[in-house]
């Protein structure tokens, strides 16, 4: 039998989830990582115990088979963005990952979007806007601020890359140095249309050429690996993008028009365009949204910094709420959020805001608030950025979308997801793999090892168990979506002053 070991590397954790050649998943395992958080704005993992865990998960993940007597393709998705810098000799990181969420790129941000040619070339090149949520400040960092970085990384000596291209290298012992097109399309460095690192945007940002990996498509073969010895004979790497990428691709989502939301620590919306890149609408970027059987497809993209984070925040810091579950149930004790607004700007606001100095507020509260509005308040956000997004996408584009496929922890929450079809006025679709990056990362695989000769064959596997439709009553809900857009207005024009 043939089964795909699919690597789900996120903000939080590592998941280790096994399908089968029919898509199903059959068991997982997770482990947890640390969170660092240094200084305001800067976030922080060990690129080692990431590594670690990812071994540890793998290992718990077959605990119990035999397996010799299996076909087994290990394949990776990863949180985007995140950037690791590590010595080729020794194999160790040479400073800790840091995030997407990390913001200590800022300063420099604004100094690049000073330079008008450069932010037309970052646009033009790229798909992206100037902005530290992507890799090239981060990387500019450590090569600035790390004691013999640069000099190391112009010999090719010290290794800059995402988290894919951290763990492939790893797993196969340092003998592949790649990374895909999706992740390489979030750096900031990578030509979208020529699918090479770009020699004017790597001079222009002051990264060398020679600390960055090899790019290639997501279905390509990326080596071997025993996983640290527990296989007795190497298994493939194949099928390696980023999560967002990767669950738009889970989705099945081939065709021009089909999109996704995924809802997890952060969110990504993402509407696969077609085989032609083109200028994004105000607020968004153009990004990669996969690279499969020798076609390159493009997609629409905005990016929600905090979601399932914000839930997090509630329980872990404020300790509001024993678990995100409660908040299905919390939410809906109440009519509405009584005029409360929490606009979750913890580490800035995303598209198709870009206010990467805004911070986090709860507006609108009186003595007669609740704690029940304020948990409402929290998820209702989740809804309000993503219908942003949407509707940015949306407008003037002419593309209408009647059905959206969803994904992530959340949407097991029904409030959130009723209320998202209300706002959208779509259908919100869940498949019976609640782990669309996973199943995205063993899709890209199955096509790397021949499975599937088409992507016809493998949308046929898609199997849509959960079907949300929009009320037809939704005056109200329109109501509290304008008082959001007034709360995040409000909230950007007091962020300028402070």
Not at 163 to 192: E, P, Q
Request: with cysteine; net charge negative; proline share 3%.
């Amino acid at each position: 039998m043939k089964y795909f070991i699919a690597i789900d590397q996120s903000t939080s954790a590592t998941k280790a989830l096994l399908f089968d050649t029919e898509c199903r998943m059959l068991a997982s395992a997770s482990v947890s990582h640390e969170q660092f958080y240094p200084h305001e704005g800067w976030v922080e993992h060990d690129a080692m115990e990431i590594y670690n865990n990812t071994v540890r998960a793998i290992r718990q993940l077959l605990d119990g088979r035999d397996i010799s007597k299996d076909e087994y393709i290990l394949a990776i998705t990863n949180q985007r963005e995140t950037v690791v810098a590590w010595d080729r000799r020794t194999g160790l990181p040479v400073y800790n990952a840091l995030v997407w969420q990390d913001t200590r790129g800022a300063e420099l941000c604004q100094e690049w979007r000073r330079q008008p040619d450069l932010e037309k070339l970052v646009a033009e090149r790229t798909g992206l806007k100037i902005d530290p949520s992507f890799c090239a400040s981060k990387m500019r960092w450590l090569l600035d601020n790390v004691e013999g970085a640069r000099e190391k990384a112009e010999r090719g000596d010290v290794l800059l890359g995402t988290i894919d291209t951290w763990l492939v290298w790893k797993l196969t012992g340092g003998k592949t140095f790649a990374t895909d097109h999706t992740n390489a399309s979030r750096t900031m460095l990578f030509d979208i249309h020529t699918l090479q690192w770009d020699d004017d945007l790597c001079r222009a940002l002051n990264i060398p050429k020679a600390c960055l990996a090899e790019p290639r498509p997501a279905d390509a073969v990326y080596g071997e690996t025993t996983v640290d010895g527990l296989f007795a004979r190497p298994i493939t790497i194949a099928g390696v993008l980023g999560d967002s990428h990767a669950a738009l691709l889970g989705q099945m989502c081939f065709a021009p028009g089909t999109g996704k939301v995924t809802y997890g620590t952060g969110s990504s919306v993402m509407l696969n365009i077609g085989e032609k890149c083109h200028k994004a609408p105000e607020g968004l970027v153009s990004s990669i949204a996969f690279s499969i059987q020798g076609k390159t497809f493009y997609a629409y993209e905005g990016n929600i910094y905090s979601t399932g984070a914000t839930l997090k925040w509630m329980t872990d810091q404020l300790q509001l709420i024993d678990s995100p579950a409660d908040t299905d149930e919390i939410a809906s004790s109440v009519e509405s959020s009584g005029g409360v607004y929490l606009v979750p700007a913890f580490a800035g606001l995303g598209a198709p805001w870009w206010q990467d100095k805004m911070r986090a507020a709860i507006l609108g509260m009186t003595f007669s608030t609740t704690k029940a509005q304020v948990v409402r308040a929290a998820v209702e956000s989740i809804a309000f950025q993503v219908t942003d997004l949407v509707k940015a996408m949306t407008a003037g584009t002419g593309i209408d979308i009647k059905e959206i496929s969803a994904d992530g922890g959340p949407t097991h929450n029904k409030f959130l997801m009723q209320l998202q079809a209300d706002l959208l006025g779509a259908d919100i679709v869940t498949t019976d793999v609640s782990d669309a990056s996973a199943l995205g990362a063993a899709v890209a695989a199955g096509f790397a090892t021949g499975l599937w000769p088409s992507t016809d064959e493998a949308a046929k596997l898609k199997n849509i168990v959960g079907r949300v439709k929009p009320n037809a009553d939704t005056a109200s809900v329109s109501k509290a979506y304008e008082g959001w857009r007034r709360a995040v207005t409000a909230l950007a024009k007091a962020s300028e002053i402070l």
